[in-house]
């Protein structure tokens, strides 16, 4: 219900001839304040707005992971075929007057004249100078908590990692150079 109020006032108009009292009544209605608030009305909506958008996002995550164990389940095994390693060919040198066999994987058949074999060692093969490297860098305390990783390929040590200090860098690459049987280095830690 409305809320009223009522004023009245009593005025008293004289004129020459006369002298006379009127009342003047106002009345002021005050319409009723049952209900919300703008911002109450405001915060109800912006809450229902944010929660229609997290259900909204939970179902497409759900729909998205329900895609992802489909994918999952649907792939085909992948099957891996090792090849055997291949071994370096034997040279077999023979008299001048016939050129030279290379036989892979097979020593060369003794004909009429002396067979040699020969093999050519630079130094170390890859896999003692890798060991080398890896000692090296794990044995040094200051080296050992980096995780620097060294690969050898032909004597040649690849670097990767990451360190704190330029200095550091050309620390580790020093220490590699160090050990017999690196030819090269390519040092690709980054300073980080």
Do not use: C
Not at 76 to 93: D, E, G, K, L, S
């Amino acid at each position: 219900m409305a809320e009223q109020q009522a004023e009245s006032r009593r005025v008293v108009v004289e004129t020459p001839t006369t002298r006379r009292e009127e009342v003047h009544s106002e009345a002021t209605r005050y319409p009723e304040r049952n209900g919300i608030s703008g911002a109450a009305l405001a915060a109800i909506v912006v809450g229902v707005i944010a929660l229609a958008a997290i259900i909204i996002l939970f179902a497409l995550n759900r729909q998205d992971t329900a895609n992802e164990n489909l994918a999952t389940t649907q792939q085909q095994p992948t099957t891996i075929v090792q090849q055997p390693a291949q071994q370096p060919p034997i040279i077999v040198q023979q008299p001048a007057a016939q050129p030279p066999v290379i036989i892979n994987g097979q020593t060369a058949p003794a004909t009429g004249g002396t067979t040699t074999t020969t093999t050519t060692s630079s130094g170390p093969d890859d896999a003692t100078v890798q060991a080398a490297v890896d000692k090296r860098l794990s044995d040094d305390p200051m080296f050992s908590s980096l995780g620097i990783i060294a690969s050898v390929v032909n004597g040649k040590a690849t670097l990767t990692g990451t360190v704190k200090t330029e200095n550091l860098k050309t620390q580790i690459e020093r220490a590699v150079w160090k050990i017999k049987g690196v030819k090269e280095i390519d040092n690709q830690i980054t300073i980080g």
